[in-house]
């Protein structure tokens, strides 16, 4: 029987703030969703949670072998510059390319969150841990999504963009840390 | 120019850091080879002694020792038994995990298993090499010292064991190369 267990959820919840790709991608994505306008934010809002638990369930049934952490600085970079950008996002392309990258961040972190299975707690660890990764994204993009709403006009925008490029020079530094790294 | 690298060995402390934040545990083993009156080997029988704080994690779980060994059993084979054998570079195919028990040694855990071989195998003249590896990457296996390895008396005479530490190991890699080779 599954109960709750608070070591394993805040073990699940603390990754993605522990993990320096999701961090970098959570912030770049709450400052662009903070970007939008209330209609946009909530429907991207909502793909990027359903995204995530996607993500979940690819990771658990398909053991993919990919680079996730090239793959998620690269989307990282992909949302700061468009932070930076700050496109009209009312043209049908720009709706789309936001769409894209939230559904892509979404899945990628729901890929690269790996829960923890200790044998003999099984179930226990692995859905506790689930539940608090997913409570920690969603908290962490809505958190930076909402403050980042308030300034969206403030000096129209520029606090911003600035952000944007700081995010686009962390995932930029963490990429070249990952290329540098002896293999 | 020293800034620079100062600044980028600063952040790699920070990533490596970070990246330990994943929960991790350890497990002390000792293995004994099992053979057949051929002088073939038939099975591994693993003995795993959980550290303190994942033994009560279990205990505190509420289960009987009883349900802990049968989850413990049944997790293992969803994790590939944390076990890889492998004979002159070629992966032994090994069943399903049989004789388990847990016992509780002063205030840790203790699972002992018998890991069958699908079929049995000469090893004389040749290698066998035992990897213990979590895909959950939260723990590592040790044996520390040959002592923990014992042969036997079918391979005793034939054979000679050999632990070593492998440096700069990446987390969910095996800590350890152990070594079987026979003449």
Known sequence: ?183 | MKKIIGLLALGSLFITTLSDAHFHYKINATATLQANAKKQLTAVKLSWLHDKTVSDLMIKSGQSMDQLAKGVAGDLADLDNFTQLTFNGKRVVTGHVTQYQLVKVKDQLKFSFTLPLKSPLFIQGHTLRIAHTDPGASASIFYHHANNITLGNTFKSLCKKHVEAIQGVEVGEAPETIQISCK
């Open chain 1, 1 to 183: 029987m599954i109960a709750f267990s608070s070591t394993w959820f805040l073990d699940g919840f603390t990754h993605p703030l522990e993990t320096p790709s999701h961090l970098i991608l959570l912030v770049g994505l709450g400052v662009l969703l903070g970007q939008q306008s209330g209609a946009y934010f909530i429907r991207n809002l909502l793909l990027f949670c359903v995204a995530v638990i996607a993500g979940f369930t690819i990771n658990n049934y398909l053991s993919l072998r990919w680079n996730n952490e090239l793959i998620l600085l690269v989307i990282a970079l992909l949302v700061s510059l468009s932070v930076v950008l700050r496109l009209d996002y009312r043209p049908l392309w720009v709706q789309l390319i936001t769409l894209l990258l939230c559904i892509a961040s979404g899945i990628m972190l729901g890929i690269d969150s790996s829960p923890i299975v200790i044998p003999g707690l099984g179930e226990n660890t692995f859905y506790n841990w689930l539940l608090g990764a997913a409570m920690g994204v969603y908290l962490a993009t809505i958190v930076i999504a909402s403050m980042s709403a308030l300034f969206r006009t403030l000096f129209q925008g520029i606090i911003l963009r600035v952000l944007g490029s700081w995010i686009a020079t962390s995932a930029l530094f963490v990429l070249t840390l990952l290329m540098v790294k002896p293999s």
